[in-house]
T-cell receptor
Framework: AQTVTQSQPEMSVQEAETVTLSCTYD???????LFWYKQPPSRQMILVIR??????QNATENRFSVNFQKAAKSFSLKISDSQLGDAAMYFC?????????????FGKGTRLHILP | DSGVTQTPKHLITATGQRVTLRCSPR?????VYWYQQSLDQGLQFLIQ???????AKGNILERFSAQQFPDLHSELNLSSLELGDSALYFC??????????????FGPGTRLTVT
């Protein structure tokens, strides 16, 4: 079974600085997708960024980028120029590209605090 | 706004009771997923329906059941409720059933409190 591990329950970063959230996963599949979701205090789940495992190039969305290391099964999220609105719980997630279903497997989350 | 609606937003009920959570997917989406977010277990996949048929089951208790209706809305039924069932229940929808980088759009969730 696939698992997703986020080893940092909480992190803090100064506003305008850069922060990296870590994520590792375990799978025997060769084709899959990885995601970072943001859950602000409103509890809404918001997709931040996604990565297809067959793509070597790291995904980037404005201030958000990932460092995808397939061999190491590592998928970290870098947030540049942190803003107060980035304060939220961040979930790393995995989805198979070969299974009949496409359920998402989530990590336990990292709570990110932005210090003004 | 993801386009996925869930009702009710909050639900408070007693142990042993039965409740129904409702989800309306985005227009055009055929797949509906239910997830449970609790302090103990984190975010867990419960069940998926695609165009009215059950597609996948996760860690869903036997006391829980779901269905997807011809108009594609879905209901999650929770019975014989226990304190540990208190959680945030999310519904998500997507256009596809499997494969592809289709995004799952999450609803705002239903907060269930069992007292």
């Amino acid at each position: 079974a696939q698992t997703v591990t986020q080893s940092q329950p909480e992190m803090s970063v100064q506003e305008a600085e850069t922060v990296t959230l870590s994520c590792t996963y375990d799978t025997s599949e060769s084709d899959y997708y990885l995601f970072w979701y943001k859950q602000p205090p409103s509890r809404q789940m918001i997709l931040v960024i996604r990565q297809e495992a067959y793509k070597q190039q790291n995904a980037t969305e404005n201030r958000f980028s990932v460092n995808f290391q397939k061999a190491a099964k590592s998928f970290s999220l870098k947030i540049s120029d942190s803003q107060l609105g980035d304060a939220a719980m961040y979930f790393c997630a995995y989805r198979s590209a070969v299974n009949r279903d496409d359920k998402i497997i989530f990590g336990k989350g990292t709570r990110l605090h932005i210090l003004p | 706004d993801s386009g996925v609606t869930q009702t009710p937003k909050h639900l408070i009920t007693a142990t042993g009771q039965r409740v129904t959570l409702r989800c309306s997917p985005r227009s055009g989406d055929l797949s509906v997923y239910w997830y449970q977010q609790s302090l103990d277990q984190g975010l867990q996949f419960l069940i998926q329906y695609y165009n009215g048929e059950e597609r996948a089951k996760g860690n869903i208790l036997e006391r829980f059941s779901a269905q997807q209706f011809p108009d594609l809305h879905s209901e999650l039924n929770l019975s014989s409720l226990e304190l540990g069932d208190s959680a945030l229940y999310f519904c998500a929808s997507s256009v596809a059933s499997s494969g592809g980088i289709y995004e799952q759009y999450f609803g705002p969730g239903t907060r269930l409190t069992v007292t």
